[in-house]
């Protein structure tokens, strides 16, 4: 009996009886971070392993915090320093701030700064000789970048996999081709509004970079056929996404090509190349019609029933569409839809400005489409609330419908 008391009142300290990897695999248990911080309240040896552990931090911090953050997680691979538009503040991080980075987050892998206004050249250089792991980098919006600190990037960070350059408009072809020569897992590169790259640039970039799923080229003006067909036969099976608004250079001749070679492009936005026809969108309907889910097409002017109705009833797994301000098309292009037994796959439709449609139009669209969320009807003259009303028309309570411009847009399309 006494030998059972004694042992009944012996403790055992779980800090004693547990190692450093065997805490951590309690750790990693944690789904909810909320738990995961909770487990760093438990004492200093906990806190410490929770800090290590972490794999992700979002912060707005200055020099000094920065240092204590690199030496209390050390094992960080996410850092989100990025600023909004509207509160950014100037210069938030900086040059230096970016020395501490390179030199205390040696496991990083993803790094957002943008809207960091007041890094330049020089700290985007500690990134590219300190940062080796780095993937992803999001720079968009640091607008004193050029291709000598970004260049140091592509050579330093060859695992590069996503880069997000948007608005930093003195990035030339020279970037292009130092992407080429040394990230050749690139899958993912944000150019709008970068107005300096070229045809030349886009061919060079691809000579290297061949596995791009995702290329955002919006605005950049000097873009022509010749860079978006070299880009459509070089990542032919990879291409997902392509953004081309307002590269009013686009024809023909690059919709044909992505019809050719990117059977599996999901999204495309063509809005403001108004030299794009109806012949070249049937044969992209035809050859993308499986895959294709999102179809920006505002202000393409020569787009007519013809192209739309070919849409429409190819591309059904099509989940956005927006063709705003294309003032040929009809209550027509919806005609086909009758003969059709499978029903749309349709959540976004915008066809504000658009004059010659109707609520007929729209009442044929409703009868097979039981799936929309949002319909943008602003500046349609035969298209009012008072209208659909009389006609009868049934509008799903999920669906949103944009009468005057009083809504928020769906940001699918942007």
Not at 5 to 25: G, Q
Request: charged share 25%.
């Amino acid at each position: 009996m006494a030998s059972s008391a004694d042992s009944s009142s012996i403790t055992v300290c779980i800090n004693e009886a547990l190692t450093d990897d065997e805490l951590r695999s309690v750790l990693a248990k944690l789904e909810n971070q909320r738990d995961k911080e909770v487990f760093g309240l438990v004492c200093k040896r906990w806190l410490h392993l929770q800090s290590t552990e972490r794999k992700r931090l979002s912060a707005r911090a200055g020099h000094h915090m920065l240092r204590k953050m690199a030496d209390r997680f050390s094992r960080l691979h996410e850092l989100d320093l990025s600023q909004s538009i509207a509160r950014s503040f100037y210069p938030g991080v900086n040059d230096s701030d970016l020395r501490v980075i390179a030199h205390g987050f040696k496991c990083l892998r993803v790094l957002n700064l943008q809207n960091c206004k007041g890094i330049s050249d020089s700290g985007v250089l500690f990134v590219g000789s300190g940062l080796s792991s780095l993937q992803s980098l999001d720079v968009s919006y640091c607008r004193k970048l050029t291709d000598k600190g970004l260049s140091a990037v592509a050579e330093g960070c060859s695992d590069l996999r996503s880069l997000y350059l948007a608005g930093c408009k003195f990035v030339t072809d020279g970037l292009l081709r130092a992407l080429s020569k040394n990230c050749h897992y690139l899958e993912e590169l944000g150019l709008q509004g970068c107005t300096n790259i070229t045809d030349s640039g886009l061919t060079d970039l691809v000579n290297g970079c061949q596995q791009i799923k995702f290329l955002d080229i919006n605005k950049c003006s000097n873009i022509g056929d010749i860079g978006v067909s070299s880009v459509s036969m070089a990542c032919s099976s990879s291409l997902k996404t392509l953004k081309l608004l307002d590269c009013y250079k686009i024809g023909d001749e690059s919709i044909l090509s992505l019809a050719r070679f990117c059977k599996n492009l999901e999204t495309l936005i063509v809005g403001g190349c108004r030299d794009i026809s109806d012949a070249s969108m049937k044969l992209l309907a035809i050859s993308c019609k499986i895959n294709l889910k999102n179809l920006r097409m505002d202000w393409c002017l020569n787009i007519t029933d013809s192209s739309l109705s070919c849409i429409l009833a190819q591309c059904r797994n099509l989940e956005a569409l927006d063709i705003g301000c294309c003032e040929e098309v009809t209550d027509a292009a919806f005609q086909g839809l009758n003969g059709e037994e499978n029903e749309l796959s349709l959540k976004v439709l915008k066809v504000s400005n658009c004059p010659k449609i109707t609520v007929t139009g729209i009442g044929m669209l409703l009868d097979k489409c039981d799936s929309l969320e949002y319909l943008d009807v602003r500046s349609c003259p035969h298209i009012t609330k008072a209208g659909c009303d009389e006609a009868g028309l049934q509008f799903s309570e999920s669906c949103k419908v944009n009468f005057t411009g009083s809504l928020c847009e769906p940001d699918v399309l942007l």
